[in-house]
């Protein structure tokens, strides 16, 4: 495995946080939020899944192409033109890793963009996915347990 540089150690920790928020938002049911009707929920969830499913697998193809790029680059030695300065790197072996991060870095932009759209839809939607107070969830939960889903009383 070849070093990690700074934009490795950005894009492998903005891949786990995109991953996290990808699951999070995946996991939510529309059920938990009755006053959001389903289909207005299932866009929000949807969009917001497809953001940073993008996000994401941009931050760890960005990684693993640093390291191919890298691998590819020391198994192929790089003799300079004769009479040429032996530091300077051609810039054909620049252009593909340099492709990369401008469309990384496109994509993150997009990303954080797009995520705040999708953050500013679930707060019109009423969507709150803070952990509810005690006074909150009463309010929400079925006035007798009969009106409850089967499986869910406090006695399974």
């Known amino acids: 495995m070849h070093f990690l540089d700074f934009l490795d150690i950005c894009a492998l920790l903005l891949g786990i946080s995109f991953t996290i928020a990808k699951l999070d938002a ?26 940073y499913r993008l996000g994401s697998g941009m931050c760890f193809a960005r990684v693993l192409f640093h390291q191919a790029w890298a691998l590819y680059l020391s198994r192929h030695p790089l ?3 004769p009479g040429a300065n032996p530091a300077v790197v051609r810039p054909s072996l620049m252009y593909p890793a ?4 401008l469309v990384f870095l496109t994509v993150l932009a997009l990303t954080f963009i797009r995520g705040a759209r999708a953050r500013a839809l679930r707060r019109e939607l009423g969507i709150v996915l803070a952990p509810m107070s005690p006074a909150q969830a009463a309010a929400l939960a079925p006035e007798n347990e009969a009106d409850a889903e089967p499986g869910t009383s406090k006695g399974d």
Do not use: N, Y
């Open 26 to 51: 995946q996991g939510r049911k529309a059920s938990s939020f009755p006053h959001v009707p389903e289909a207005d929920f299932e866009r929000w969830r949807m969009w917001t899944v497809s953001i």
């Open 79 to 81: 003799a300079p033109a």
């Open 98 to 101: 340099m492709a990369l991060d």
